[in-house]
């Protein structure tokens, strides 16, 4: 109880520092294609690295971890999140402990538009911002239609999708973690031991998850390369 507790507090902690609110879908599956809007971004590398080392030396810990919840975050200026909690599987690097849960921020993510425009505190921000971004659609497409951002690398979550994460902390984001240099640090699971090496490949572009033009590694030759850059 207590730790579901402090993911609890974690998730209010991060709508309260964003003044937005959570969006979960019951179902917790990607809508279908056809019913996305979908918008394109870049997502900051905040890291440069050429070696793996290097990739290694940035990260506070690397684990392999499965996606056991997500939510979707509305920030106060109507940009989308996405914050996973990460059951972790194995640990590669660092002292994060398999077993334990940890909270991961994405930049991107799927909403419908009124909750968007919802999310807006006045009934004046919220008419500004629907006629600026949504003037030609209906209501009902704002209602059951989806707008979603998708950065290079981001993909919609599932609840049980796999992937080995080298992770840093989120700035100003206590006990939240980050992917480092954005997408690059994600390696996804996409059959059973087999990882897709990091690409800027999404699910729009991608929508079937197949690896990128820098192909697959086996999960098990990632882990020996790990375990010796950290020798």
Same mark, same amino acid.
């Given at each position: 109880?207590?730790?579901?507790?402090?993911?609890?507090?974690?998730?209010?902690?991060?709508?309260?520092?964003?003044?937005?609110?959570?969006?979960?879908?019951?179902?917790?599956?990607?809508?279908?294609?056809?019913?996305?809007?979908?918008?394109?971004?870049?997502?900051?590398?905040?890291?440069?690295?050429?070696?793996?080392?290097?990739?290694?030396?940035? $990260?506070?810990?690397?684990?392999?971890?499965?996606?056991?919840?997500?939510?979707?975050?509305?920030?106060?200026?109507?940009?989308?999140?996405?914050?996973?909690?990460?059951?972790?599987?194995?640990?590669?690097?660092?002292?994060?402990?398999?077993?334990?849960?940890?909270?991961?921020?994405?930049?991107?993510?799927?909403?419908?538009?009124?909750?968007?425009?919802?999310?807006?505190?006045?009934?004046?921000?919220?008419?500004?911002?629907?006629?600026?971004?949504?003037?030609?659609?209906?209501?009902?497409?704002?209602?059951?239609?989806?707008?979603?951002?998708?950065?290079?690398?981001?993909?919609?979550?599932?609840?049980?999708?796999?992937?080995?994460?080298?992770?840093?902390?989120?700035?100003?984001?206590?006990?939240?973690?980050?992917?480092?240099?954005?997408?690059?640090?994600?390696?996804?699971?996409?059959?059973?031991?087999?990882?897709?090496?990091?690409?800027?490949?999404?699910?729009?572009?991608?929508?079937?998850?197949?690896?990128?033009?820098?192909?697959?590694?086996?999960?098990?030759?990632?882990?020996?390369?790990?375990?010796?850059? $950290?020798?």
């Amino acid at each position: 109880m207590k730790k579901n507790m402090n993911f609890w507090l974690s998730a209010v902690s991060v709508c309260m520092l964003l003044s937005g609110c959570g969006v979960s879908r019951k179902d917790k599956t990607t809508p279908p294609l056809e019913d996305i809007v979908a918008g394109t971004g870049m997502s900051a590398l905040r890291e440069q690295f050429e070696r793996f080392t290097d990739q290694m030396g940035l $990260s506070e810990a690397i684990v392999y971890g499965e996606i056991s919840d997500f939510e979707i975050i509305i920030s106060k200026a109507g940009f989308l999140h996405t914050l996973e909690t990460i059951h972790v599987i194995e640990t590669l690097y660092g002292d994060i402990k398999p077993g334990s849960y940890v909270q991961l921020w994405e930049t991107g993510g799927y909403a419908h538009p009124i909750d968007i425009i919802n999310n807006f505190s006045n009934e004046l921000d919220r008419k500004v911002f629907r006629e600026s971004f949504y003037s030609t659609w209906t209501d009902e497409e704002l209602e059951t239609k989806y707008r979603a951002e998708v950065p290079e690398g981001y993909y919609y979550p599932e609840i049980g999708d796999r992937a080995v994460y080298c992770l840093k902390p989120k700035e100003k984001m206590e006990g939240i973690y980050r992917v480092m240099a954005g997408w690059m640090g994600k390696y996804r699971e996409i059959e059973d031991g087999i990882l897709a090496k990091p690409s800027t490949d999404n699910s729009v572009t991608n929508p079937e998850g197949l690896p990128g033009i820098d192909g697959t590694i086996p999960y098990e030759e990632l882990k020996q390369q790990i375990l010796e850059a $950290s020798d």
